[in-house]
């Protein structure tokens, strides 16, 4: 894409289409030095809308069409998960909801492994985190990308920072997971960041 024929985004209010917390605090320190005043979905009282897109850039897209057109305000959405290689790529766009009903990540980690083991003992650990990026106006103009990092599943998991997937996975070239860096350290690298260098080179 040429990023001069892209919309521009304007200092202001940007409705971030999450109702997850550590997804909102990653993008809204990604977002600070643009002059962006993020605002959750959640604060907002905006409905999570169901994820039927069958890939992440599409899913992301209806979330942020959804938040813009209800909001009234620019939105933007992330649609981010795990692709684990010997499990031809699950659980993919199905991330969230391999953590079930109560959102705990555990019971999802715990599952990424179990499936492992039984693929026998030969199965690899390789994995990469995929994250979509799109925003959405009001007027239904849309902005979007896909960031990615690649590295290998560990267990048990490690560390206590990030969220989701990250005390299991350890990006390539790296010894600590997402889970044990220091936030500075995995917004240097990750997908997320992947993805918004690409969005903020085409919106700013």
């Known amino acids: 894409m040429n990023y001069q024929d892209s919309r521009k985004l304007q200092p202001g209010r940007l409705v971030i289409a999450s109702h997850n ?5 990653e993008i809204a320190a990604l977002l600070g030095p643009y002059g962006i005043e993020p605002v959750s979905a959640g604060s907002l009282g905006l409905p999570e809308p169901e994820e039927t897109g069958t890939t992440f850039i ?4 209806l979330k942020a069409l959804l938040a813009a057109d209800l909001s009234g305000l620019p939105a933007l959405a992330d649609d981010s998960g795990l692709c684990v290689e010997a499990l031809g790529g699950d659980p993919g766009i199905f991330s969230a909801r391999w953590a079930g009903e109560s959102k705990d990540f555990n019971i999802a980690m715990q599952r990424v492994e179990d499936q492992l083991a039984r693929t026998g003992p030969e199965a ?6 995929v994250c979509a990026l799109a925003v959405a106006w009001p007027d239904g103009h849309m ?3 896909e960031g990615r990092v690649d590295g290998a599943l560990v ?6 920072n990030g969220f989701g997937y990250d005390p299991v996975f350890v990006p ?3 010894a600590l997971t997402f889970g044990e860096m220091d936030p500075e350290a995995k917004h240097a690298m990750s ?3 992947d993805a918004f260098a690409k969005l903020t080179a085409m919106l700013f």
């Open 21 to 25: 917390p550590g997804k909102i605090r």
């Open 58 to 61: 599409a899913n992301a897209e």
């Open 124 to 129: 690899g650990r390789d994995a990469h985190f």
């Open 143 to 145: 902005e979007s990308v």
């Open 155 to 160: 267990w048990p998991p490690r560390g206590g």
């Open 172 to 174: 390539h070239g790296h």
């Open 191 to 193: 997908h997320r960041a």
